[in-house]
């Protein structure tokens, strides 16, 4: 049995990363640690677990943990997990910096534990199907990338520049960065972006376009964005398009679901019907444990997505293209 604590709900991922740690047979959530005791207590009632107010009280009792704080500090609860010898999953982005996921790396390779980042848009099955169709060679040579993450405005401290380190851009360019990176093993080299706030009066970006390229000279663009009202019947959508020399492919990551008249709600509401990709992220972590093989979505993974999102800031920043460092 895999004992896993969650660091912080800050993030609103925690609550369905710790619904799925309590639907595996393999795994048991010892407990949840909040520096928001009030958040904390309710969220430990809310999943039939106990509540630490101390972080390092937790490690005591766990073999791993789950760190969905705000992303500024997943630095600081990666360090102190990893000098307790515990295995990590932690909430993208990875960091705010550079610096800061480098030192997360560098600190769980010094310690011998395992840094994964949950990404979860890797466990979709309809990404997993364009996945096994690229190793196929289904549409030949890839030659032109489109995506687009656009959601609602979550508020809060993702709102707050110092806590989540930038607006809808850092928040959504990871998700489709790093599926891309997956499906054609290319790495983005350089990065114009347009970034502004046009949509929410909040003081920090709501949206974006990205003009990437990645190895090879593929162009591949990116519309990141938290355009979808309040009252849109979902949180927004993951697409991609993907050109080849013998065809191409389109995926809508989240079109397997049904729409619901709720009156509880007041609105139209989507329901996935697909398979849990939260579940299937913390299942394969939890196996990772176990199992202690390499993480299926490791640190330098979470760097290299991050990267590109601060790479469109200082391009918007720039008014010009940025090249990332190899």
């Keep these: 049995m895999v004992r896993i604590g969650i660091i912080s709900l800050a993030h609103m ?4 990363y710790a619904s799925a740690v309590n639907q595996l047979p393999n795994a048991k959530l010892v407990g949840i640690y909040d520096d928001n005791e009030e958040r904390g207590k309710r969220g430990a009632e ?13 490690l005591k009792h766990v073999d791993a943990v789950i760190i969905c704080s705000e992303n500024a500090f997943h630095r600081k609860w990666t360090e102190l997990a990893a000098k307790h010898g515990k295995d990590i999953l932690c909430e993208k982005p990875i960091a705010t910096s550079v610096e800061d996921a480098k030192a997360m790396i560098k600190a769980c390779e010094e310690a011998g534990v395992r840094l994964q980042i949950a990404f979860p848009v890797r466990f979709c099955t309809p990404i997993r199907r364009v996945k096994a169709l690229l190793d196929e060679g289904a549409i030949g040579e890839i030659v032109a990338v489109r995506g687009t993450n656009r959601g609602q405005m979550p508020g809060g401290w993702f709102i707050q520049k110092e806590l989540a380190g930038g607006g809808a851009v ?8 790093d599926v891309v990176r997956w499906l054609t093993g290319k790495e983005v080299v350089s990065v114009y972006a347009e970034v502004d706030t046009m949509i ?7 949206c974006g376009m990205l003009f990437m390229e990645l190895e090879g000279g593929i162009p591949f663009t990116q519309d990141p964005s938290w355009s979808r009202p309040k009252s849109f019947h979902t949180w927004g959508d993951v697409t991609l398009e993907l050109v080849g020399t013998q065809g191409s ?12 008249y709720d009156d509880g709600a007041g609105k139209l509401v989507t329901q996935p019907f697909t ?3 939260d579940l299937a992220l913390i299942a394969d972590f939890v196996e990772m444990v176990a199992t202690k093989r390499s993480p299926s979505i490791t640190g330098f993974d979470g760097l290299q997505a991050m990267a590109v999102a601060l790479a469109a800031y200082e391009s918007a920043r720039l008014g010009q293209p940025v090249a990332l460092k190899p």
Excluded: G, K, N, P
Excluded at 46 to 58: G, P, S
Excluded at 249 to 260: C, E, G, M, T
């Design 13 to 16: 991922h925690a609550y369905s």
């Design 46 to 58: 809310m999943f039939r677990t106990r509540f630490f107010a101390d972080a390092e009280e937790l």
């Design 170 to 177: 850092m928040d959504h360019t990871v998700h489709v960065v």
């Design 200 to 206: 929410h009066d909040v003081d920090i970006d709501d």
């Design 249 to 260: 492919l389109y995926v809508d990551a989240l079109a397997q679901s049904i729409r619901i």
């Design 275 to 277: 398979e849990d990709m």
